[in-house]
């Protein structure tokens, strides 16, 4: 340990033990300390001139949240543990300026990747994340950045959001993560790559999401898609879901604030479906095996959902660029 680091430890040991008092709950002593031996003692030893004494604090307190909430486990540095303290230095200034906001962001999507994707996806998120942070100007870029990086990592609900806050980013960084300066909002283009300018070709089977709950899905029964709020869903009575799904990926996300609707719409944004799997949708028709037995489908922005009357799993059906 570095004096520098030593010194800063001393003078704040009495405020340390007054937050673990306040807010350990059931964290052990013995895991803080750990957690303060691998990680944050080596992120103030390498830390470019004097640690300062608000990061020290706002790495304690990340210490306590993610003992808890499972972002650090009590023996060994966590995958988020290792990213953190190989990559602070790119991350550093940031988390000088702001040191409690710019932690608990990182921790928070990190966590969230974590739970959707899993922990190989978030990490490279976190890397990317650090990759990009000299080229932002602020706490808000960053944060920004991160709802992008989380768009492209695969959470597709983040989809809106990330074309509203790309706009802030860097032209050059912009370019550097997708290929392409500007990203076409059209949500028609919405599964073809960014900057792809072709003819859309049919629609075409994207990927297959749901499940029955006994088996970790979120449907009892086989569901059945609709348009509420110009958004769609799947609800099977009990659950309802919306479709959130683009070229980086397909999700089934929590949509209480639809369900009530959902039980009683009966608008299925001009889609339709025959039991012999013919589709037609988004002014297209396509026949498509895996849709045979199809009991329902919807359309909206680019997306279609189409349910089978003997499955819990919904198909998401949508329009590629011509020979991708």
Not at 265 to 293: I, P, Q, Y
Request: include cysteine; hydrophobic fraction near 50%.
């Amino acid at each position: 340990m570095t004096a520098a680091a030593a010194a800063l430890l001393a003078t704040w040991r009495d405020e340390l033990n007054a937050r673990f008092a306040r807010a350990a709950g059931d964290v052990a002593p013995g895991a803080v300390l750990a957690y303060m031996a691998r990680t944050v003692v080596p992120i103030l030893d390498a830390w470019h001139g004097e640690p300062p004494a608000p990061v020290l604090l706002a790495l304690f307190d990340l210490g306590l949240t993610g003992l808890r909430a499972g972002l650090l486990v009590e023996a060994d540095p966590s995958r988020f543990e290792q990213v953190l303290r190989a990559r602070m230095p790119a991350l550093g200034p940031h988390v000088a300026r702001e040191p409690g906001v710019v932690l608990r962001a990182l921790g928070n999507g990190y966590l969230n990747l974590v739970r959707a994707r899993g922990p190989e996806v978030a990490a490279a998120w976190l890397e990317a994340l650090a990759a990009g942070a000299a080229r932002c100007a602020d706490r808000a870029a960053l944060l920004d950045l991160g709802v992008v990086l989380g768009w492209r990592a695969g959470l597709a609900e983040a989809r809106d959001a990330a074309l509203e806050r790309v706009g802030g980013l860097e032209p050059t960084l912009v370019a550097a993560l997708f290929g392409a300066a500007a990203l076409d909002p059209d949500p028609a283009r919405r599964f073809c790559q960014p900057g792809a300018a072709g003819r859309l070709g049919p629609l075409a089977l994207i990927a297959t999401v749901g499940g029955f709950v006994g088996f970790g899905g979120p449907f009892r029964r086989p569901p059945r898609p609709r348009v509420v709020a110009d958004r769609l869903v799947c609800t099977d009575g009990d659950a309802t879901l919306e479709v959130c799904a683009d070229v980086f990926g397909a999700r089934l996300c929590p949509a209480g604030w639809a369900h009530v609707e959902a039980q009683t719409s009966t608008d299925v944004g001009g889609a339709a479906v025959d039991a012999a799997g013919a589709v037609r949708a988004l002014g297209v028709k396509v026949t498509l095996a895996e849709a045979r037995g199809a009991g329902a489908a919807a359309a909206c922005a680019g997306v279609v959902a189409v349910t089978l009357v003997d499955s819990h799993q919904v198909l998401v059906l949508g329009r590629r660029e011509i020979g991708a």
